[in-house]
């Protein structure tokens, strides 16, 4: 099926195609415009489709990935800063006004179907042809799935190489919920801006989605000036719903939790005391099956007996692990976060139009690591209950209607070396949420502390400024879209700018993020100007205290009735 030229066309000829590149999917031009030859961005050549003449002209795009000054002016003539290099170069009868040139490397993208994406004609470029700079125009058409304000459209910012707004970039809503994501970055880059204005996106009038985020910072609170705001109204009375949940507000019901919950809550357990545990939610299972609202109580009733034991005689006993269990579960009773009735029910959490902000950050690391393993295994099992019809519509976990979640700080909850409660459910999810409508986003500062699994799993990546040398090699074996090209961009990304790679886009791009509506909640503390502050303050109040009367001064000298003077 031959496909309708793209409209790349650009009056820019930069350069001449000098042959192949080191691979097949490689050519190599030269040029001596230094101007438009930066490292990721977008050129094309033109070819005929088939040899017969009548065949349509496809113009083949392709990303610049290397650049090489390979012919100059003598060292010597630019050592003295007293010399013009043009001069010289006059001089000598070089007439062109760029004496250098350059050998420049492009990866060949392809030609541009409608319907099928990017056709790769695996066919390098015959020598002498000419390449020339892409459009705006011509970009626009393809390097998004979707265009700003289309149903399903996440406009995230323009094309980083091209002037502010030439190039927007809006993001496939569906491809990014339902193959899940990962926000890539290291700290101060930008992370958690770009994923408000995502967030932003999902809740636009063009999308109205239902997010939940886990938020162990507290940063995303300021969501709520969504609520009311013209940019996120619409006509039919459309208006999103911001629920931020404090600490205190974080309810997770007990018979919602499984015996490994319950382990990493409590003090450290001995072998038996683990077994006898696992015994009583065996014993619990089997008297209390489908009852949602059995407690600590009903535990602690079926651990001693767990723990029973005849002696000699008949006589039943009770060992001596059940009385330790029972006190390790009442301390686990008195917790602020799970309750034997009290709970966050799917129902609560989602509902399209809807974020729902879970702020976490007074509670502990184990305590979140549960309320989110919870949380997750619940949202799973709800979609898929709803799915298969197994519920009805008055069931607290009845979601007919697919969810997103975002997880800040991922790499805490599910760290590559060490267990964790949420990992197990996230690996399951990431490989068989799709089919569920249950989409994950994974935001975290230290992809090398990820799980390798998990990271790998999410097939839109968003990627900024990573110094650390151990993250960025996680990066190439757990991100493969991105290209290793642009990955050698990565340290000198600075805050806000993106690599935009995956199913979410056409081409992994180069992309500076847009402007948030609402306020950014993580921004860094300006130390310095809060000790002036604090300096100032004091300075005022030292006046005001020697500018008292004396009555009160000689008071405040005193101590206990002893002069301090």
């Known amino acids: 099926m031959s496909a309708a030229p793209a409209s790349f066309s650009s009056s820019h000829t930069i350069g001449t195609v000098k042959g192949p590149g080191e691979n097949g999917n490689q050519y190599v031009f030269i040029t001596a415009d230094n101007r438009y030859v930066k490292i990721g961005e977008f050129v094309y050549y033109e070819v005929q489709a088939a040899e017969n003449s009548q065949a349509p002209v496809l113009q083949i795009l392709g ?47 392809g030609h541009f179907h409608p319907a099928l994406g990017f056709m790769n004609p695996r066919k390098a470029p015959d020598p002498g042809t000419k390449v020339c700079l ?27 190489l091209r002037d502010m707004d030439a190039v927007p970039i809006a993001l496939d809503v569906k491809e990014l919920v339902s193959t899940h994501m990962a926000i890539l970055a290291g700290t101060g880059s930008g992370k958690s801006y770009t994923a408000g204005v995502l967030v932003e996106e999902l809740l636009s009038p063009h999308n109205r989605a239902a997010v939940l985020i886990f938020d162990p910072h507290g940063e995303y609170g300021t969501l709520s000036q969504m609520r009311g705001h013209p940019a996120f109204a619409a006509e039919d009375g459309y208006a999103p719903n911001v629920k931020v949940l404090s600490p205190e507000h974080v309810k997770i019901r007990i018979s919602s939790l499984d015996y490994y919950d319950i382990l990493t809550l409590l003090p450290e357990m001995s072998d038996r005391q683990q077994s006898i545990l696992n015994k009583a939610f065996t014993i619990l299972k089997k008297h209390k099956y489908g009852d949602y609202r059995w407690g600590v109580n009903d535990l602690i009733a079926a651990v001693f007996e767990a723990d029973r034991t005849q002696d000699e005689e008949g006589n039943e006993k009770v060992g001596s692990s059940a009385p330790a269990i029972e006190w390790k579960l009442e301390r686990l ?49 709800a979609r898929m209950n709803t799915q298969k019809g197994n519920i009805n519509p008055d069931d607290e976990n009845y979601l007919p209607y697919p969810v997103f979640i975002l997880i800040e700080e991922a790499h805490r909850f599910a760290p590559s070396h060490e ?19 249950l989409g994950v986003g994974l935001i975290t500062q230290r992809p090398g502390k990820l799980d390798s699994d998990v990271l790998s799993q999410c097939m839109s990546q968003f990627i900024m400024r990573i110094v650390n040398p151990v993250d ?40 500076q993020v847009r402007k948030r509506i609402t306020d950014h909640g993580g921004e860094t503390l300006n130390a310095p100007e809060m000790w002036q502050q604090h300096f100032q303050a004091h300075q005022v109040r030292s006046r005001e205290i020697e500018q008292a009367p004396v009555v009160g001064r000689s008071r405040a000298k005193t101590f206990r009735g002893v002069s301090i003077e």
């Open 63 to 109: 990303k610049i990935s290397a650049r090489c000054l390979i012919d100059h002016l003598p060292d010597r003539i630019f050592a003295d800063t007293e010399i013009s290099p043009e001069a010289i170069a006059a001089l000598v009868g070089f007439a062109h006004p760029n004496p250098e040139i350059y050998e420049v490397t492009v990866d060949v993208i």
């Open 134 to 160: 892409a459009s705006d125009q011509g970009l626009r058409q393809v390097l998004s799935k979707k265009q700003p304000n289309e149903v399903g459209a996440a406009y995230i910012g323009s094309l980083l």
């Open 472 to 511: 960025q090699d996680s990066l190439k074996y757990g991100v493969e879209a991105a290209g290793r090209d642009l990955l050698k961009e990565l340290p000198a990304l600075t805050k806000g700018q993106v690599i935009i790679s995956g199913s979410c886009v056409n081409t992994p791009v180069l992309c």
């Open 333 to 381: 009773a008195r917790s602020s976060y799970f309750h034997s009735f009290d709970h966050l029910a799917p129902r609560d959490l989602f509902e399209p139009g809807q974020v729902t902000v879970l702020q976490m950050n007074e509670i502990s690391q184990e305590e979140q690591q549960v309320i989110c393993a919870a949380v997750l295994r619940q949202a799973n099992q």
């Open 419 to 437: 267990p964790s409660r949420c990992k197990m459910i996230l690996r399951t999810i990431l490989s068989e949420g799709r089919k569920f409508g």
